[in-house]
């Protein structure tokens, strides 16, 4: 399958490829995919994904990491520097509970994000059943318990359940 492809059919005209200077301590895969495919300039969950000197490295709880989505400079969705999965961080930063793990790469999220918003708005029957499946053929740790995913999968199957 073509990850690539199947986040530019997902988000579309949204994504915006990077073209500021990244820093040299984002990984090189993060920093291909930032250059080479971009983040979305359209909010989502009420977050704004960051552009231009926003990307900039900081450090939280002993963590470096890059924002990549966040909300009046507080960054929620970040690319963890050293690993390069991406964490969501409480929106309080006083808030001392450790952040979610969300995907393994910032392309993982681009594309489970936009398979979970085409299925909000295309639900079927099958629709929560069917992103679980896709989700776990391409990041079974995404599924893991207390990740982001897995509660946005709790959410959805209640759903289906009402």
Same mark, same amino acid.
């Given at each position: ?57 900081? &450090?939280? @709880? ?6 990549? /989505? ?7 969705? $970040? #690319? *963890? +520097? ?51 499946? &896709?989700? @776990? ?6 599924? /893991? ?7 946005? $999968? #709790? *959410? +959805? ?6």
């Amino acid at each position: 399958m073509d990850l690539t492809g199947e986040i530019r059919r997902l988000w579309g005209d949204s994504l915006a490829p990077v073209t500021a200077e990244i820093d040299d301590t984002v990984p090189e895969r993060t920093r291909a995919f930032l250059t080479g495919v971009g983040l979305p300039t359209e909010p989502i969950w009420g977050l704004d994904f960051e552009h231009g000197d926003a990307l900039a490295p900081f &450090e939280r @709880a002993g963590r470096r990491c890059l924002p990549i /989505a966040g909300s009046a400079g507080i960054p929620i969705f $970040v #690319v *963890e +520097l050293d690993t390069g999965v991406v964490l969501q961080w409480p929106p309080d930063p006083a808030e001392s509970d450790p952040p979610d793990f969300v995907n393994s790469d910032v392309g993982l999220f681009l594309l489970t994000a936009g398979r979970y918003f085409a299925l909000i708005r295309h639900a079927g029957d099958d629709g929560t059943a069917a992103f679980r499946r &896709e989700l @776990a053929a391409v990041d079974p740790d995404a599924l /893991a318990a207390r990740t982001f995913w897995s509660y946005k $999968v #709790v *959410e +959805l199957q209640s759903e289906d359940d009402a």
